[in-house]
């Protein structure tokens, strides 16, 4: 059978923390640089698809490609390590500091790839173009609207940034519930449009966005990016990755081997013997 049940999956989620957390800084970093940049790919392609169709909901039927392809070629993005690894911390497997060495680089390269991808693709936008103007608007809702509102703004978007990675950390371990290719990309299509649908805040995909519309000219600083959207939306991201899928799936599927029934002991062993006579 191509499906895999949950306590296996959450088992998977462990290992996977662990083998995530021992990998090189070189993997680290490529493989988030190549995440960074395919959710660019997913967004603009998400963007497209609503300026052609001024129906939002196609641009987020279409956007989960991104992260497809960032799962089956096994990439590293920080936002699906947020539930992972910290299982292994939990279990033992790892350390506090190998939690954070695999956070860190990966982030440092879903930046990387995001800001890359910006950058190439800014250059291929007329200044007066729809794309254009979409991204700098974007930009602008996603810092300087946050902003505006101020302590009821850095509310909002810390809520929306830990219910997208709730979102999508539950497509990081849908993909696990499958052997078969055709069933991982169903599967884990679904978590995604739903939070991209919503106009939830991920920190990857915001990456690529705020620096774009910066680059086309939305009137946002680089401190608008950090204080009312990078900074709050990861530690939501954490938050809602954390919390909601990596612990919450941990607490009720995990066999706890504390819990099996104990092994007789030779007392134990003599003591039957002896009601049986």
Known sequence: ????????????????????????????????????ALLGFATTLALTATIQTRASIVGAVIFPVGFVMIVLLGLELVTG???????????????????LYNWGWVFAGNLLGGIFYALLFTLTLPADSEMAKQIA?????????????????????????????????????????????????AAMWLPILTFFAQGFEHSVVNMFVIPAGMLVGAGVRFSDWWLWNQIPVTIGNVVGGLVFTGLALHMTHRKVLAQAEPSPTPAMLARETALER
């Open 81 to 99: 390590n947020f539930a992972v690894v910290p299982l292994a911390v939990v279990e033992g497997k790892i350390g506090v500091r190998d939690l």
């Open 137 to 185: 608007a974007l930009s602008e809702a996603k810092t300087l609207g946050y902003g505006k509102l101020g302590v009821q703004g850095m509310t909002v978007v810390f809520t929306k940034a830990i219910l997208c990675n709730w979102m999508v950390t539950l497509g990081v371990v849908m993909a696990l519930t499958s052997h078969g290719t055709i069933g991982k990309i």
């Open 1 to 36: 059978m191509s499906y895999v049940k949950p306590d296996v999956v959450v088992e998977n989620m462990v290992q996977a923390g662990a083998t995530k957390a021992k990998l090189p800084v070189k993997d680290l970093l490529v493989r988030g640089f190549l995440s960074g």
